[in-house]
């Protein structure tokens, strides 16, 4: 087996760029999906899905290259999140996808960032990414990525939205569980981000 060699310092902060792109790929998102009519844009569906891509590499560079961040173990997640979120709500807006989607999922991320993530931050506990919770974004992702594509009335992305949504609320019930354990028990203990 080859050993790790460490990337260049330049190639290091790669990961890290990616997300920053990530956060900066939502207002491009927004002004896009705003001038589409009837929530339909190859446009902004191509901009969600670069979004996508780079969630995806951003993570899997940062672990090959072992240069993991506390910068990147707290906005990967958040930028995903807020991408995400900002679809649900525009689509909503653009009556694609019924007040439950956005009750549930914006109800879900406010209560894991509010709630966990505040009493956690401030304990140092460590956070680790899920399969659940990584599987639900993906899924998240394509639903609404061929939303975005799709005429209005096409239904099946909708139920590759719905799998998602309820795998992501699965996730966000496991995270609280093991954070409330965490704290209750009052030790330091990994904890399963969702």
Same mark, same amino acid.
């Given at each position: 087996?080859? %050993? ?15 997300? *920053?792109?990530?956060?900066? !790929? ?8 705003? =001038? ?13 899905? #670069? %979004? /996508?891509?780079?969630? =995806? ?12 961040? +506390? ?13 995400? @979120?900002?679809? #649900? $709500?525009?689509?909503? $807006? ?5 007040? %439950? ?7 879900? @991320?406010? !209560? !894991? ?12 506990? +460590? ?8 599987? /639900?974004?993906?899924?998240? &992702?394509?639903? $609404? ?6 005429? +209005? ?9 719905? *799998? ?9 019930? !496991? &995270? ?6 965490? $704290?209750?028990?009052?030790?330091? #203990? ?5």
């Amino acid at each position: 087996m080859a %050993a790790h060699t460490a990337p260049l310092p330049v190639l290091a902060k790669l990961p890290n760029a990616l997300t *920053i792109a990530r956060f900066a !790929l939502i207002p491009v998102f927004i002004v896009l999906l705003a =001038q589409a009519e009837g929530g339909h844009s190859w446009a902004a569906g191509i901009v969600f899905g #670069v %979004a /996508a891509i780079t969630d =995806q590499v951003d993570g899997w560079l940062a672990r090959r290259w072992h240069v993991e961040s +506390e910068f990147g173990k707290y906005a990967d997640p958040l930028a995903d999140r807020l991408m995400i @979120d900002t679809a #649900v $709500i525009m689509l909503f $807006i653009a009556d694609r996808l019924p007040w %439950a989607a956005l009750i549930v999922i914006v109800a879900r @991320d406010v !209560l !894991l960032l509010v709630g966990t993530r505040f009493v956690l931050g401030r304990s140092n506990y +460590e956070f680790s990414v899920s399969l659940l919770g990584k599987s /639900a974004t993906w899924l998240l &992702y394509a639903g $609404i990525g061929f939303v975005l594509v799709t005429p +209005e009335g096409t239904s099946w992305p909708l139920w590759i939205f719905w *799998i998602g949504l309820g795998m992501a609320v699965g996730a966000g019930m !496991l &995270y609280a569980a093991s954070a409330w354990r965490t $704290i209750r028990g009052g030790r330091r #203990v990994e904890v399963t981000e969702a």
